[in-house]
């Protein structure tokens, strides 16, 4: 099995920075990829950043050039750092790894998520 538990959401105001980070323990062996995906209100979750076990990143539009990030792969941690938070970032942020297991299939470890919210 695999633990993912994520820390840092809190309250910001429009124009601040937060700093979020995932801890993942347990079976991490074929852990590929790790990331953050979020969701606001009444929305699907979509995909925020995503970051492989090379350092190949990839992030969603809305969101690059403000947030990044990074990896630790000595202690299985990612973060994100967020920085020019606008409103429209407000939502709990879910982090999320993936893991290659036998045949090829790849199964989703999920967080508890955090909650971000930006004050206008």
């Known amino acids: 099995q695999v633990q993912v538990v994520e820390s840092g959401g809190g309250l910001v105001q429009a124009g601040g920075s937060l700093r979020l980070s995932c801890a993942v323990s347990?079976?991490?062996?074929?852990?590929?990829?790790m990331g953050w995906y979020r969701q606001a209100p009444g929305k699907q979750r979509e995909l925020v950043a995503i970051?492989?076990?090379?350092?190949?990143?990839n992030y969603a539009d809305s969101v690059k050039g403000r947030l990044t990030i990074s990896r630790d792969n000595a202690k299985n941690t990612v973060f994100l750092q967020m920085n020019s938070l606008k409103p429209e970032d407000t939502a709990v942020y879910y982090c999320?790894?993936?893991?290659?297991?036998?045949?090829?299939?790849?199964?989703?470890?999920w967080g508890q998520g955090t909650q971000v919210t930006v004050s206008s």
């Open positions: 970051i492989t076990s090379s350092g190949d990143t």
């Open positions: 347990g079976s991490i062996f074929s852990i590929n990829a």
């Open positions: 999320n790894a993936k893991r290659t297991v036998i045949g090829g299939m790849i199964v989703d470890y």
